[in-house]
Nanobody, 121 residues
Framework: EVQLVESGGGLVQAGESLRLSCQASEITLNAHARAWWRQAPGREREGVAIINNSDGSTIYAEAVKDRFTISYNKHKNTVYLQMNNLKPEDTAVYYC??????????????WGQGTQVTVSS
């Protein structure tokens, strides 16, 4: 069974940067994409960024476009989320996921346990 383990969360001030990492325990041929989702207190989980495993194409939520960058190192089987110019509204638990792709949670078979990102103003 694939296990996803996130790391890199923490407490930063507005305008600072963080890089999240998510390492998979094994490669799965069914996972066409890797993604980052987030859930803020009192809000539904929302998609942040998606990367297609085959061609490296990426998609971003409008709220993070031009500030966040998703990347995937196939040799390390690790996906990253570089977050720049963080804002207080980015505060959330961030989850990595692997699956078919897209903005529908049910299309992702595997999820990490989440890592907290807190941005102070």
């Amino acid at each position: 069974e694939v296990q996803l383990v996130e790391s890199g969360g923490g407490l930063v001030q507005a305008g600072e940067s963080l890089r999240l990492s998510c390492q998979a325990s094994e490669i799965t041929l069914n996972a066409h994409a890797r993604a980052w989702w987030r859930q803020a207190p009192g809000r539904e989980r929302e998609g942040v960024a998606i990367i297609n495993n085959s061609d490296g194409s990426t998609i971003y939520a409008e709220a993070v476009k031009d500030r966040f960058t998703i990347s995937y190192n196939k040799h390390k089987n690790t996906v990253y989320l570089q977050m720049n110019n963080l804002k207080p509204e980015d505060t959330a638990v961030y989850y990595c996921a692997a699956g078919l792709g897209g903005w529908v949670q049910a299309w992702y078979q595997f999820w990490g346990q989440g890592t907290q990102v807190t941005v102070s103003s």
